[in-house]
Each structure stands twice: as structure tokens, then as C-alpha cells.
């Protein structure tokens, strides 16, 4: 079975720049997902509010395959909040209570044009995000259910040995309700989504192929919502709550990933096989990152979740157990092609866990550091300044009336105010003031924002090359 991302059947001709790229920006002129204004930092009251930044998809080519080495860079991010904006379009969202900003958001959110220019925008950024999977992927050894098996359970092991970069991240910053908050944000932004996933896989017709998967799926989703009131109480531990898109500008590229990989497999049915694979290594990966994660949450914000002590732990044989009944009817009935598809979908999704541990890692590791990467930028400043050395340089000028919507940068980059003064932020929790004349290093892939507090302020941006970096880091 070929199912290479980089083969995806398109409508339009996903080649062509000039007509994919018009595809993914008038996709993005939604109303909803216009750039952000200075008090949407957070969007709790209106779930339809999802903003993109898309005056960037001016120069972003979407046209193209992203290469792994750039799946943490702007256009992946972009591309993750556009997508995730496709895939949400046919699911019911509704505000807590009634509100007119909600009101419009939704009539744009959900109308004929957008589902329609969806329609369009979806071949073309699963592609561009989507086909680095075909490339990183390594191959089962094998191509029987005792071959899954025997990786999954390895896989279990390694896990439980190596949990992850992200709890320990947040558990070694000197602001731990900081770093606890912004890990509860980017779970937000996945675990719904995989459980949507799950849900939709639970619809169809196929107890033919398979008498006993419907019942495994709406058991994990009756789990899910049985569980609504413990995840409700997690997230409000934080202070905050569980309404769709709530943190959309705080949520990671790679977080949006994860989720938007599970909702791709569960929607595009082609991928059924590939959805058991990537929704099992799913469920490793909330077993075993469970305790550490409370652990974390009660050191950070003084309450242990219960909804992470209520997931169970896993062992190797029910594991084992799990895996031979969802592929063996699959495989009797459609032969061992299926155990490729299975790995492929657990395979890519192992692989989207880990580069969010990264990610994730590093974003917190990075905010709970801000005042060295202030003093790193005064001493960075100071060799250019000295030596005299010629660096690219952007300049902006901005009013109070706006806002930069959180983004991330393709390279390293200083924040120097010449004039004015700003709010600098990458979490929910605070925000830093920049003053006239204070500078911030922002290295690549870091997620922030920031928002102008005077009448106008005008800095600059100068771009520094890896190799100055890397001096200072």
C-alpha cells in the first residue's frame, strides 16, 4: 500500500507555487484567524478566535515538502495552527456563554467558504508537514504481529526509562508554576485533539472487518469523558480552563503536531491501519509520562491531578495483549500489509513525541532563563559593536495599536529597544517589560510575542549567525 505523504492525491496542482500558496493564504484571510490583537493574548471566552500571522504567508512556501531539520522553524508552526484550523472546522465548538466577538468568529469559522478553501488547504499543508515522516521513519523489523509486538514492548521499556525531556525541563527551572503552566498549555493542546481522533475513528461501518474495534475506541472515548470533570480540575489547578483554543498563541508547533498527526490518520480513512499504530503508541506515551507529569504539577502549582493518577500504568503484556487484538482480525482478513501500516502510524507518532520533548524542553529551559539571555545579549551587542562586525538587521516601528502575534524565528535573533516600551511574553503566566535600550537574545524556534506599551516604540532585530551563537550559549 502506498501511502507516502509526498503522493497525497490533490484537488489542485500542490507544485505550483503561485497557486498553492494562494490556496493556503486566502485560507488564512479568514476573519478568525487575523493576526492578534493586545488583549487576545488568551481567547478563553471565544474558541473560534485562532490567529495565524498571515502576513508571513507572503514569503513561506507551502508549495514544498518541509525537511525534518525545519519542522520546529515558522512555516511548521504556521502550518500546525492552519491545519489544526481544518481539521476543527467540522467538529461543534460552542463559547462557555454567549458573547458578540464569539458570534462573529464562529459565523466565519464555520462558513461555506472556509470549509470549502479547507477543503483546498488541506492537501497541501499535510504535505508540506507531513511528508519529513516518510523520511525519518525506520522501516519494522519484519512484517508480522509478533514483529510490532516485539517493538512496541521495546518501545514501552525505553519509554519507561526515558519518560522524557519535558517533565525533567520543568522540574529543573527555578520557576517551576511558570514551567508547570505553560506544560499543562501544551497538553491542552494535544489531548483533546487525540481524543477527538479517537472519536471520530469510533464512526463507520466495519464490524465485518473487525467485530470487536468499535467497542476498544468508544471505551477510551467514554474514558475521556468520564473523566472531564478530573481533566477540568487539572487544568484550573493553573488557573486555566478547558475551553477549546483557549492558549491557541502559547500553544508549540509541536504540540499542535501531535494532535493534528492523530486527527489527519482518524480523518483520512485511507489511514485506518496507521491510526492503531499512532493512538497505541498514544497510549504509552500518557502511561508512562503520567506520574511525571504530576509530579511536576504538584511541585509547580501544589496539587497532584488526579486525572494523571487515574491512568493506568501498562505492562508489557497487556500491551502485547492490546496490539494482537487490534491487527489480528486486520490481518487475517487483509494480510500483513496491515502490520506495516500499524508501524507506520506508531513510528511517526513516536517520532512527533520525541521532537515535542525537545521542543518543549527547550522553550521552558529558555523562559526560565530570560535574564541571562538578556546579559547575553548586552555582551553579544558589545563584540558586534567593538569588532566591528556587519550582521543582518531588521527594524520595526510600531504603535500601541499593535500587537505581534506569537511566532517563532528561522534563526537567532536580538530584540534591541531603541525607543519606547514593550511587553515581551511566552507564557500565560507574566510578561517581561523591555525598556528603551534593553536588549533579549531570542534563539531560533523559541516561541514569544510581545505587545507595544507606549504611544509608539521602534527596535531592532539584528540576526545573529550560529557561530556567534554559539559563543555565548
Not at 427 to 445: M, R
Request: hydrophobic content about 40%; glycine content about 6%.
Amino acid at each position: 500500500m502506498n501511502s507516502s505523504f509526498a503522493d497525497l492525491p490533490s484537488l489542485l496542482d500542490s507544485d505550483d507555487p503561485e497557486y498553492a500558496n494562494g490556496i493556503v493564504r486566502a485560507f488564512a484571510a479568514n476573519d478568525a484567524f487575523r493576526a492578534a490583537e493586545w488583549e487576545e493574548l488568551t481567547t478563553e471566552e471565544n474558541p473560534y478566535r485562532r490567529p495565524v500571522r498571515p502576513d508571513d504567508l507572503a514569503w513561506l512556501d507551502y508549495s514544498r515538502p518541509m525537511p525534518a531539520d525545519r519542522a520546529l522553524l515558522l512555516s511548521a508552526l504556521l502550518g500546525h495552527r492552519m491545519l489544526r484550523n481544518v481539521y476543527d472546522s467540522d467538529l461543534l465548538y460552542l463559547p462557555p456563554k454567549g458573547n458578540d466577538a464569539a458570534t462573529a468568529s464562529r459565523q466565519a469559522f464555520y462558513s461555506p467558504r472556509n470549509r470549502t478553501l479547507s477543503a483546498l488547504a488541506q492537501p497541501v499543508l499535510e504535505r508540506h508537514l507531513f511528508t519529513l515522516l516518510d523520511e525519518v521513519r525506520t522501516p519494522l523489523d519484519g512484517n508480522g504481529t509478533a514483529d510490532v509486538v516485539a517493538h512496541a514492548r521495546a518501545y514501552l521499556d525505553r519509554r519507561r526509562a526515558e519518560p522524557g525531556r519535558a517533565g525533567e525541563a520543568v522540574s529543573d527551572t527555578k520557576g517551576r508554576r511558570e514551567a508547570a503552566s505553560f506544560l499543562m498549555v501544551q497538553l491542552s493542546a494535544f489531548v483533546p485533539a487525540a481524543h477527538a481522533a479517537i472519536g471520530r475513528a469510533a464512526v463507520g461501518e466495519y464490524g465485518l472487518a473487525h467485530p470487536g474495534l468499535r467497542g476498544l475506541l468508544l471505551d477510551a472515548y467514554r474514558s475521556w469523558d468520564g473523566d472531564a470533570e478530573d481533566y477540568r480540575a487539572m487544568l484550573a489547578s493553573a488557573g486555566l480552563t478547558t475551553g477549546a483554543a483557549a492558549y491557541w498563541q502559547l500553544y508549540l508547533g509541536s504540540s499542535l503536531a501531535r494532535g493534528n498527526h492523530l486527527l489527519h490518520l482518524a480523518r483520512s480513512h485511507e489511514n485506518a491501519f496507521a491510526f492503531l499504530g499512532a493512538w497505541t503508541q498514544f497510549e504509552i506515551d500518557r502511561a508512562v509520562t503520567a506520574p511525571h507529569y504530576a509530579a511536576a504539577f504538584e511541585d509547580g502549582l501544589g496539587a497532584r491531578p488526579a486525572y494523571l493518577d487515574g491512568i493506568p500504568d501498562l505492562t508489557g503484556d497487556w500491551l502485547e495483549q492490546r496490539v494482537v487484538e487490534l491487527l489480528g482480525p486486520l490481518v487475517e482478513r487483509f494480510g500483513t500489509g496491515v502490520v506495516g501500516e500499524f508501524h507506520r502510524g506508531f513510528a511517526d507518532a513516536a517520532w512527533l513525541a520525541d521532537l515535542w520533548n525537545r521542543d518543549l524542553g527547550e522553550q521552558v529551559t529558555w523562559a526560565d532563563r530570560i535574564e541571562e539571555y538578556q546579559d547575553k545579549a548586552v555582551r553579544i551587542d558589545r563584540k558586534i559593536t567593538e569588532e566591528n562586525i556587519t550582521v543582518d538587521l531588521d527594524t520595526f516601528v510600531e504603535t500601541c495599536d499593535e500587537t505581534s502575534t506569537t511566532h517563532v524565528h528561522d534563526d537567532h535573533r536580538l530584540v534591541m529597544v531603541e525607543s519606547g516600551r514593550m511587553h515581551f511574553w511566552n507564557n500565560v503566566t507574566h510578561k517581561i517589560t523591555l525598556e528603551e535600550g534593553e536588549k533579549l537574545l531570542i534563539p531560533l524556534s523559541r516561541l514569544h510575542g510581545s505587545t507595544v506599551l507606549s504611544g509608539s516604540c521602534t527596535y531592532h532585530q539584528p540576526i545573529i549567525p550560529e557561530e556567534m551563537f554559539r559563543e555565548f550559549d
